[in-house]
């Protein structure tokens, strides 16, 4: 098997097609939901909410791990606002981790990995995004990794690539470290200097699909989980809660939606399709209107990350969001890395050579070749009476 798939493929595969070009829209017109809470608690309130918001978010603070000898991140133009100006290539890392309350909602159990990982890249004229996801079963090398505990994982051949996370985290399953040694092992494999992470923990899903009162989905089959999943839906329009949810989101087996293949691949479009919904969701309540919702939506968000120090502070995260207030929604590439089968092993994949020029397209910070190129409004003036597209550059 070899796969070589591109940002076009949004365009023409099942569910990822029909779904994935109206999350970006979804994504423009909710920009400022983060952005409302934060100002939306004026007066004497304000102070005691931003806290409380604060306190919401874990900080990690990888730096120390990650060594003196990563290029150097400019300095903000602007010292209120650590994103203005700038790139931002971010890795974000879903974990599986079973520790606290996803114990007590899970099962005890040995995960700790990052389950789902993406590179997110947002241009520093914020003119477009690129997310690629990086299949967690993918065979490559993993470097030494030290730890906030002082001891270093030795460096490891031939791993799958979630197991960075589970080396980096060690015995004592440290989130920090889990977290620097993914990013090590990103930077060495791709050339990128990571700016940002942030980890998603499972149970926080649930925390914000109750505090919406559910999200609405319209199945187009039903979707039935196996035996490590709770989930028995019908086809249809039906309103999953937050146990559900997740089921939906974390099933790699069962029937339906693609749960035949086993894949990571369906897996990630209907985590895209479930996305949409719960996008539509919070457009549908309106809920900037409505701001005791409004900010139990968001602190049980900020509840479920744990971030780099520039990212846990409400304003930055609200600068940044707002800063992408009026990116074009075809400006939100995703784009698969080339993939094949492992020689030695069908149930793992390595990245072909058509991957370096992707990274290296990236770290340049060029535009994706499927940027969309937005046509000169209708009447406007171009010089020779004519209505042409804008010059991609």
Same mark, same amino acid.
């Given at each position: 098997?070899?796969?070589?798939?591109?940002?076009?493929?949004?365009?023409?595969?099942?569910?990822?097609? /029909?779904?994935?070009?109206?999350?970006?829209? !979804?994504?423009? &017109? =909710?920009? +400022?939901? $983060?952005?409302? @809470? #934060?100002?939306?608690?004026?007066?004497?309130?304000?102070?005691?909410?931003?806290?409380?918001?604060?306190?919401?978010?874990?900080?990690?603070?990888?730096?120390?791990?990650?060594?003196?000898?990563?290029?150097?991140?400019?300095?903000?133009?602007?010292?209120?606002?650590?994103?203005?100006?700038?790139?931002?290539?971010?890795?974000?890392?879903?974990?599986?981790?079973?520790?606290?309350?996803?114990?007590?909602?899970?099962?005890?159990?040995?995960?700790?990995?990052?389950?789902?990982?993406?590179?997110?890249?947002?241009?520093?004229?914020?003119?477009?995004?690129?997310?690629?996801?990086?299949? /967690?079963?993918?065979?490559?090398?993993?470097? !030494?990794?030290? &730890? =906030?505990? +002082?001891? $270093?994982?030795? @460096? #490891?051949?031939?791993?799958?690539?979630?197991?960075?996370?589970?080396?980096?985290?060690?015995?004592?399953?440290?989130?920090?470290?889990?977290?620097?040694?993914?990013?090590?092992?990103?930077?060495?494999?791709?050339?990128?200097?990571?700016?940002?992470?942030?980890?998603?923990?499972?149970?926080?899903?649930?925390?914000?699909?109750?505090?919406?009162?559910?999200?609405?989905?319209?199945?187009?089959?039903?979707?039935?989980?196996?035996?490590?999943?709770?989930?028995?839906?019908?086809?249809?329009?039906?309103?999953?809660?937050?146990?559900?949810?997740?089921?939906?989101?974390?099933?790699?087996?069962?029937?339906?939606?693609?749960?035949?293949?086993?894949?990571?691949?369906?897996?990630?479009?209907?985590?895209?399709?479930?996305?949409?919904?719960?996008?539509?969701?919070?457009?549908?309540?309106?809920?900037?209107?409505?701001?005791?919702?409004?900010?139990?939506?968001?602190?049980?968000?900020?509840?479920?990350?744990?971030?780099?120090?520039?990212?846990?502070?409400?304003?930055?995260?609200?600068?940044?969001?707002?800063?992408?207030?009026?990116?074009?929604?075809?400006?939100?590439?995703?784009?698969?890395?080339?993939?094949?089968?492992?020689?030695?092993?069908?149930?793992?994949?390595?990245?072909?050579?058509?991957?370096?020029?992707?990274?290296?397209?990236?770290?340049?910070?060029?535009?994706?070749?499927?940027?969309?190129?937005?046509?000169?409004?209708?009447?406007?003036?171009?010089?020779?009476?004519?209505?042409?597209?804008?010059?991609?550059?």
């Amino acid at each position: 098997m070899s796969v070589t798939t591109t940002a076009s493929a949004r365009h023409r595969r099942g569910l990822h097609a /029909r779904h994935a070009r109206r999350l970006p829209r !979804a994504v423009a &017109r =909710t920009i +400022g939901i $983060v952005t409302t @809470a #934060v100002i939306a608690f004026t007066g004497a309130g304000v102070a005691a909410a931003y806290a409380d918001m604060s306190a919401a978010i874990t900080v990690s603070d990888v730096d120390e791990l990650l060594g003196d000898d990563r290029p150097e991140i400019p300095e903000p133009v602007d010292p209120t606002d650590p994103y203005a100006g700038r790139a931002v290539t971010m890795l974000v890392m879903g974990t599986d981790y079973r520790g606290g309350t996803n114990g007590d909602m899970f099962g005890g159990g040995e995960e700790f990995h990052a389950d789902t990982t993406m590179v997110v890249y947002i241009a520093a004229d914020r003119s477009w995004v690129e997310v690629v996801s990086i299949p /967690r079963d993918s065979l490559v090398n993993i470097p !030494a990794c030290p &730890r =906030t505990d +002082g001891s $270093v994982a030795p @460096a #490891v051949r031939n791993a799958m690539f979630n197991d960075a996370f589970q080396r980096g985290g060690g015995p004592g399953r440290d989130k920090t470290s889990a977290a620097a040694c993914t990013i090590r092992t990103v930077e060495s494999l791709t050339g990128l200097r990571i700016t940002d992470h942030a980890i998603i923990q499972m149970n926080g899903i649930i925390d914000v699909v109750d505090a919406l009162g559910g999200v609405n989905v319209d199945l187009p089959e039903a979707v039935r989980g196996n035996r490590h999943v709770i989930l028995d839906l019908p086809a249809g329009e039906q309103t999953l809660d937050g146990w559900q949810s997740i089921n939906f989101l974390r099933a790699r087996g069962g029937r339906g939606m693609g749960l035949e293949m086993g894949s990571d691949l369906a897996r990630i479009e209907r985590q895209q399709f479930f996305v949409d919904a719960a996008m539509r969701e919070v457009l549908d309540q309106n809920l900037v209107t409505n701001v005791p919702s409004l900010y139990r939506v968001v602190q049980r968000s900020l509840a479920a990350l744990s971030v780099n120090p520039d990212l846990s502070s409400p304003a930055a995260l609200a600068g940044l969001a707002f800063s992408l207030r009026d990116i074009n929604p075809e400006n939100l590439i995703f784009t698969q890395l080339p993939i094949a089968t492992a020689p030695r092993d069908p149930n793992r994949v390595v990245w072909t050579s058509a991957a370096a020029p992707i990274w290296a397209r990236i770290a340049a910070g060029d535009p994706p070749p499927e940027l969309f190129v937005s046509p000169v409004e209708e009447g406007a003036d171009t010089g020779d009476g004519n209505s042409e597209e804008v010059d991609a550059e």
